[in-house]
């Protein structure tokens, strides 16, 4: 059995995606027990930065750390808020300069259906293969979060910026022609931006998820209403689990809950 506080699965780029479970006393590589009877108890809780054992409030925080953390100002959702570049601080700003003065790509993802998104360069390919994108191509890259942030709000006037999440995980998304999107996009882009777009690596990247049997009817589980739960694990896509009876658990939104795992 495995013990531990939630956190989101690391994954590793491969043929089919590696997915991890970082747990108090091991790293728990989750491929090798797709087929297997996996059981989840609940057994508590535990904020992701001050370990207080108070319920989580959002994102594997307490309610005050969501509040006073800077992992969790409205920039992290909303790029355009940022003003790290400004000089000015939102919580902190040695940490907002950090994460926000650094290149930024905005990307046309191909999950549920095709969306719009920003994440931090170095976040590439783990921010596609999270939202669970069979598809993924960066269209800008810009020297910090704001920037990317104001191209993100010039295309989400014709670009979703959302994840039909049952649809990503019953594998629906038609095809798409990626060249007319790309123009799209470009066309759409503010001027002062098209400087930053980029003019190699025009294929989208090809992800590939490790699922033997996608859901029909989706049904997700509520680990703290429940406490607990077992089942057939059948695949790995995004940051869920899916179950050979349709039941989803999304790790990601249930960091800093405390669980047992067991196999078998």
């Given at each position: 059995m495995f013990s531990g506080v939630l956190k989101k699965?690391?994954?590793?780029?491969?043929?089919?995606?590696?997915?991890?479970?970082?747990?108090?006393?091991?790293?728990?590589?989750?491929?090798?027990?797709?087929?297997?009877?996996?059981?989840?108890?609940?057994?508590?809780y535990e904020c992701l930065t001050c370990s207080s054992s108070e319920p989580i409030f959002r994102q594997g925080f307490c309610k005050k750390c969501f509040?006073?953390?800077?992992?969790?100002?409205?920039?992290?959702?909303?790029?355009?808020?940022?003003?790290?570049?400004?000089?000015?601080?939102?919580?902190?700003?040695?940490?907002?300069?950090?994460?926000?003065?650094?290149?930024?790509?905005?990307?046309?993802?191909?999950?549920?259906?095709l969306k719009v998104g920003?994440?931090?360069?170095?976040?590439?390919?783990?921010?596609?293969?999270?939202?669970?994108?069979?598809?993924?191509?960066?269209?800008?890259?810009?020297?910090?979060?704001?920037?990317?942030?104001?191209?993100?709000?010039?295309?989400?006037?014709?670009f979703s910026d959302k994840t039909n999440w049952r649809k990503m995980l019953q594998n629906e998304a038609d095809p798409i022609d990626w060249t007319l999107e790309r123009n799209k996009a470009?066309?759409?882009?503010?001027?002062?931006?098209?400087?930053?777009?980029?003019?190699e690596n025009l294929t989208p990247l090809q992800i590939l998820f490790p699922v033997n049997q996608y859901p029909k009817k989706v049904k997700s589980l509520n680990l703290i209403k429940e406490h607990s739960f077992s089942g057939v694990l059948k695949g790995i896509k995004g940051q869920y689990l899916i179950f050979e009876d349709d039941t989803v658990?999304?790790?990601?939104?249930?960091?800093?809950?405390?669980?047992?795992?067991?196999?078998?």
């Open positions: 699965m690391n994954t590793e780029f491969d043929h089919s995606i590696r997915y991890y479970l970082d747990l108090e006393n091991d790293f728990v590589a989750l491929n090798q027990y797709l087929d297997q009877i996996i059981s989840l108890e609940m057994t508590g509040f006073e953390n800077p992992n969790a100002g409205d920039w992290i959702m909303r790029p355009e808020l940022s003003t790290a570049h400004l000089n000015i601080e939102d919580r902190d700003l040695s940490y907002e300069k950090k994460i926000q003065l650094q290149p930024h790509i905005v990307y046309l993802a191909l999950s549920s259906h920003v994440t931090r360069k170095s976040q590439l390919p783990t921010r596609w293969i999270d939202q669970g994108a069979h598809e993924a191509l960066a269209i800008l890259e810009v020297p910090n979060r704001y920037l990317a942030g104001v191209g993100e709000v010039a295309l989400k006037n014709y470009i066309d759409h882009l503010p001027n002062d931006l098209k400087p930053y777009i980029l003019k658990f999304n790790i990601r939104s249930n960091e800093g809950l405390k669980v047992n795992l067991s196999i078998g």
